[in-house]
């Protein structure tokens, strides 16, 4: 892929992931503070209303680590176009076909090792 096509990709990419960022930050902030004023109001809540703001806050905090993942990705593509490895497996050294980085421009791998690193790593 042309290093110019794959840096605009990945530049919108982080754009757009600084824009969901800053959304899940506001939905765990959100979240966090209607938790509080439902402490400090010292009334009883009911357990499936309990429950509900922890599936919330559960939510949120996960969009913000989902997020964070992605973001480090993108940034980790954009710094290896910098130092010259961008495009290369890193398992085999092999070229990463376009089709594939047209795709998911922040890959590390060819579609033959797409399993070697794992989803989180």
């Known amino acids: 892929m042309n290093p110019d096509r794959a840096r605009e990709m990945l530049t919108a990419e982080l754009k757009e992931l600084d824009d969901r960022a800053e ?15 439902a402490n400090e109001s010292g009334t009883t809540q009911h357990p499936a209303d309990f429950g509900t703001e922890i599936t919330n806050r559960m939510e949120s905090e ?6 964070e993942l992605q973001r480090r990705r993108v940034q980790d593509a954009l710094d290896r176009l910098d130092d010259g490895t961008y495009g290369r497996c890193t398992v085999c ?9 047209e795709a998911r421009p922040e890959v590390v791998t060819c579609r033959e090792h797409a399993d070697a690193i794992p989803v989180g790593g």
């Open 93 to 101: 050294g092999t070229e990463i076909d376009d089709e594939r980085l």
């Open 62 to 67: 996960g969009l913000v680590r989902t997020v």
């Open 23 to 37: 959304f899940a930050a506001a939905s765990a902030a959100e979240s966090a503070s209607g938790d509080l004023a």
